[in-house]
């Protein structure tokens, strides 16, 4: 028995030592509602937990626009960053700031919860802090950190009122850069003739040599020709902004216009286009063909 005692004994304590010195770490909910309540009194927000979720919501504007269904095609403008600030995207002219689809397909959850549980209309703003469980959990997704608690503001816009908003937004553009002298369509083009031209005219059945520069509204240049290097289209398969615009001017002539997304790219984009973008383009007709 005294045998056995001696190696009994220094197992027992070993046992306990390992136990003892075992650590319980907090769960993901409490780290997130911990990290969510520290954000919201530092920067004095005046927002309410939705349904015991962690999802805390700000309704900015109420909208006075129909029911958003989770069916519903929506687009949407929204900036988003991480609480604790590793992560920030704001400019909503950008590809990764604008949305246009089914709502039930955007990602994170907590997002598609906020629009359709809380804010339940179109034309409206909303702003939500997600915890990072209902948003992009342990893994994040592409830039945005896992295990981020996110702070979001997003725009839940009506596509049958697209046209005034994007009318919007281009007066305030021209304002903003101080562009005078342009001159607006029945379709939304606005335009200005730099210099008519006064080499062949142009039709929409033409083929033009041009050099030009396409700019986001965010100063963002998704696409210009090179020095020296025009670039040959025919006009009945370009966007419908220049089919419009192109045939002002004459050959050796230049045009700036300005596309609202229905005369551009739509309410997708393009590829380095965001969804239902309006566009800037400079434009300089180097040679005319039939």
Not at 13 to 28: G, N, P, Q, R, V
Not at 140 to 164: E, F, H, Q
Not at 179 to 184: A, E, I, P, S, V
């Given at each position: 028995?005294?045998?056995?005692?001696?190696?009994?004994?220094?197992c027992?304590?070993?046992?306990?030592?390992?136990?003892?010195?075992?650590?319980?770490?907090?769960?993901?909910?409490?780290?997130?509602?911990?990290?969510?309540?520290?954000?919201?009194?530092?920067?004095?927000?005046n927002?309410?937990?939705?349904?015991?979720?962690?999802i805390?919501?700000?309704?900015?504007?109420?909208?006075?626009?129909?029911?958003?269904?989770?069916?519903?095609?929506?687009?949407?403008?929204?900036?988003?960053?991480?609480?604790?600030?590793?992560?920030?995207?704001?400019?909503?002219?950008s590809?990764?700031?604008?949305?246009?689809?089914?709502?039930?397909?955007?990602?994170?959850?907590?997002?598609?919860?906020?629009?359709?549980?809380?804010?339940?209309?179109?034309s409206?703003?909303?702003?939500?802090?997600?915890?990072?469980?209902?948003?992009?959990g342990?893994?994040?997704?592409?830039?945005?950190?896992?295990?981020?608690?996110?702070?979001?503001?997003?725009?839940?816009?009506?596509?049958?009122?697209?046209?005034?908003?994007?009318?919007?937004?281009?007066?305030?553009?021209?304002?903003?850069?101080?562009?005078?002298?342009?001159?607006?369509?029945?379709?939304?083009?606005?335009?200005?003739?730099?210099?008519?031209?006064?080499?062949?005219?142009?039709?929409?059945?033409?083929?033009?040599?041009?050099e030009?520069?396409?700019?986001?509204?965010?100063?963002?240049?998704?696409?210009?020709?090179?020095?020296?290097?025009?670039?040959?289209?025919?006009?009945?398969?370009?966007?419908?902004?220049?089919?419009?615009?192109?045939?002002?001017i004459?050959?050796?002539?230049?045009?700036?216009?300005?596309?609202?997304?229905?005369?551009?790219?739509?309410?997708?984009?393009?590829?380095?286009?965001?969804?239902?973008?309006?566009?800037?383009?400079?434009?300089?007709?180097?040679?005319?063909?039939?």
């Amino acid at each position: 028995m005294k045998q056995l005692l001696k190696y009994t004994l220094p197992c027992i304590f070993l046992l306990s030592l390992i136990i003892a010195c075992e650590k319980e770490y907090d769960s993901i909910e409490i780290i997130d509602d911990k990290n969510i309540n520290a954000y919201i009194q530092a920067n004095k927000l005046n927002v309410v937990e939705y349904q015991n979720s962690g999802i805390y919501y700000e309704v900015i504007n109420p909208g006075s626009g129909t029911d958003v269904e989770y069916s519903d095609q929506l687009p949407l403008i929204f900036t988003i960053k991480s609480l604790d600030g590793k992560y920030s995207s704001l400019d909503t002219f950008s590809n990764s700031n604008r949305y246009f689809n089914f709502l039930g397909y955007f990602n994170p959850e907590g997002v598609r919860i906020g629009i359709k549980e809380v804010l339940k209309k179109k034309s409206g703003t909303i702003r939500m802090i997600i915890p990072s469980r209902t948003a992009f959990g342990r893994n994040g997704a592409g830039t945005i950190p896992g295990n981020a608690s996110l702070d979001l503001t997003v725009r839940v816009l009506d596509k049958n009122k697209l046209p005034a908003y994007e009318d919007f937004t281009i007066q305030k553009y021209l304002a903003a850069n101080a562009l005078t002298g342009f001159t607006k369509t029945a379709s939304g083009l606005y335009y200005k003739i730099d210099a008519p031209g006064t080499g062949s005219p142009i039709s929409v059945d033409s083929t033009v040599k041009v050099e030009y520069e396409g700019k986001l509204f965010n100063g963002t240049i998704f696409d210009k020709t090179s020095t020296g290097s025009p670039a040959s289209l025919g006009l009945a398969d370009v966007v419908k902004g220049w089919q419009e615009a192109i045939p002002l001017i004459k050959e050796g002539g230049t045009i700036r216009m300005i596309l609202p997304s229905s005369l551009g790219y739509g309410l997708q984009g393009n590829e380095g286009i965001p969804a239902f973008s309006a566009l800037f383009f400079n434009v300089k007709v180097t040679d005319v063909t039939k």
